[in-house]
């Protein structure tokens, strides 16, 4: 009779978060290649740009890993969401740290 279904499915959702990588990759190194143009320090600012659009491609794998935990051990298992927590703060801190230090080191070329 009244068949509850999903909002958004799973594939639409994967979709949606793989055009959302491809978009802030381009994005960035379209940006990054503006603003070189613009302020006349085209290598910095482009890489600067790659930096910044590799996060997208780094949130699709996350997706990916984290579709992949809750598969393996269900959506309200508290040890799935355990090993995700731990896995987005250790990704998170190392991309962080990492990041920044390219950050200001592309600047200063």
Excluded: H
């Amino acid at each position: 009779m009244n068949e509850l279904k999903e909002l958004v499915d799973q594939a639409t959702a994967a979709r949606i978060v793989i055009g959302a990588a491809v978009a802030l990759a381009c994005g960035a190194v379209i940006a990054g290649a503006v603003v070189g143009a613009v302020r006349r320090t085209m290598r910095p600012s482009l890489l600067r740009g790659v930096l910044v659009g590799l996060l997208g491609p780094l949130v699709l794998a996350l997706w990916w890993v984290y579709n992949s935990i809750i598969a393996a051990f269900g959506l309200d298992s508290v040890n799935g969401l355990l090993i995700n927590m731990a896995l987005f703060v250790c990704v998170g801190a190392v991309v962080g740290i990492a990041g920044k230090r390219l950050w200001r080191r592309l600047g200063a070329t």
